[in-house]
């Protein structure tokens, strides 16, 4: 009787693991590993928990293969290929087990061939990149930043609110026919303020390309880079602390930090955009530059564009090759006085070099006046408007001083910096 008893309770189990299934579909799993055509005017669907692409997997999709699945795994040497489109649906949406959680999609890349298809993200609780272990295939993927990076060389459109990319340390990559659609704010590439992992293009020559980066969601910080030649460049994007760049003072700066470098040496024009949240207490939006890393808590700090509040644009920047270079680091400065730089010496002799008075910095205030006298406090030069452009033409070699105002803004007060200038045309020996 207890024997029967025991069957009884085992059929029951069985039947309620089976009827739990059925709802959820947890530990269902759908593989493929070889040629699947989808036709013009029809639709695939994948509900199962798990999907695998093996590694010779090969689809060609004039239609759309619709996913509600979990976890994707894409083995390296799977190929994706047609005129239709893969699009990626919330789990918690799918019509065959509708009792399936709701989240995020799990999808690991492994670095494998471009996929060559409009991917639609429809997922509003985010497509996160992650490694998903190898369901048997015994392929030899990747490991590290690499390990999970998703290749796109088609047009990958965060088709809805809530449609973010969430790296986790490993690169969202673009070919030179990839791109990206339907960012905003509530549709955009998370760096989990880390650069680990990077947004990837690869130009094949001089077009723009917005890269829709935050270090969270809703924190909307995208790079806008054009460069001269064509390559690829890396962008990524943390706060302060995490870039373990040094400031002289954080106050005057917004609390973000690009990270932005190529496969080649290349200038590239750049726009930045952030929000006014982040700005520190003494951040001036109308006279902010974009400033380069130069190491030792000094940047390269030019004032080019300013659009709209919060976009800040700066052009002819040299990009670094390395990744942790000082130079591929960048933020947003609003000017000081700590951003001039007046020199004691110059050598107007016509070579090229140090033949004007340059005072750097200068172009970040709105206005300023010079006034440049000689040792008997004669006045030999004066300036409303001051361009870098005086030579001394005329005047013996020597001493001067100079008087220099300057203003951060129309309704900002002057500010007065003076001191010496030694004029010499050839040094003796």
């Not at 065959?96 to 997922?123: C, H, K, P, Q, W």
């Not at 047009?155 to 026919?177: E, K």
């Not at 100079?402 to 309704?411: G, I, P, Q, S, T």
């Amino acid at each position: 009787m207890r024997t029967l008893r025991h069957i009884f309770l085992l059929l029951f189990c069985v039947l309620v693991a089976r009827k739990s299934m059925a709802q959820t579909g947890i530990g269902s799993s759908t593989v493929d590993n070889s040629l699947v055509t989808i036709t013009t005017g029809t639709v695939e669907q994948r509900f199962s928990e798990n999907t695998y692409f093996g590694p010779n997997a090969n689809w060609n999709i004039d239609g759309t293969l619709e996913i509600y699945s979990k976890n994707v795994w894409i083995a390296p040497g799977a190929t994706f290929n047609g005129n239709g489109k893969i699009v990626i649906f919330n789990p918690g949406d799918n019509p065959f087990y509708n009792a399936m959680a709701s989240g995020s999609t799990v999808i690991d890349g492994n670095n494998g061939g471009f996929i060559n298809l409009l991917i639609e993200n429809r997922n509003d609780k985010n497509l996160d990149l992650n490694d998903i272990s190898d369901p048997g295939y015994a392929t030899a993927n990747p490991s590290g930043v690499a390990s999970a990076t998703l290749n796109i060389a088609n047009t990958l459109n965060l088709a809805v609110d809530g449609a973010n990319i969430i790296l986790n340390g490993h690169n969202l990559a673009f070919n030179s026919t990839g791109k990206v659609t339907g960012y905003s704010r509530a549709r955009m590439v998370v760096t989990g303020n880390s650069i680990s992992g990077h947004v990837v293009k690869d130009y094949a020559g001089s077009d723009g390309f917005v890269f829709p980066v935050g270090i969270a969601l809703q924190d909307y910080t995208p790079a806008t880079i054009t460069p001269n030649t064509a390559g690829k460049i890396y962008v990524s994007v943390q706060d302060y602390n995490a870039s373990n760049t040094a400031l002289k003072n954080k106050a005057l700066g917004m609390d973000r930090m690009w990270n932005i470098y190529g496969s080649v040496t290349t200038k590239i024009n750049m726009l930045l955009q952030h929000n006014a949240v982040t700005n520190g207490a003494l951040f001036n939006d109308q006279n902010a530059g974009i400033g380069q890393y130069l190491g030792n808590s000094n940047y390269s700090l030019e004032k080019g564009s300013n659009p709209t509040v919060g976009l800040h644009g700066r052009n002819d920047i040299l990009l670094p090759t390395n990744m942790t270079a000082n130079s591929a680091y960048f933020t947003k400065l609003s000017v000081s006085g700590t951003n001039l730089f007046v020199p004691n010496l110059f050598t107007p002799n016509g070579d090229g070099n140090n033949d004007a008075f340059e005072i750097r910095g200068l172009s970040l205030f709105y206005g300023n006046n010079l006034v440049i006298v000689n040792r008997w406090g004669n006045e030999v030069y004066k300036s409303n408007s001051y361009h870098n452009d005086w030579t001394g033409e005329g005047l013996n070699e020597g001493t001067y001083f100079y008087k220099l105002n300057v203003k951060e803004a129309a309704d900002s007060k002057w500010t007065t910096f003076t001191g010496y200038i030694t004029l010499v045309r050839k040094f003796k020996n």
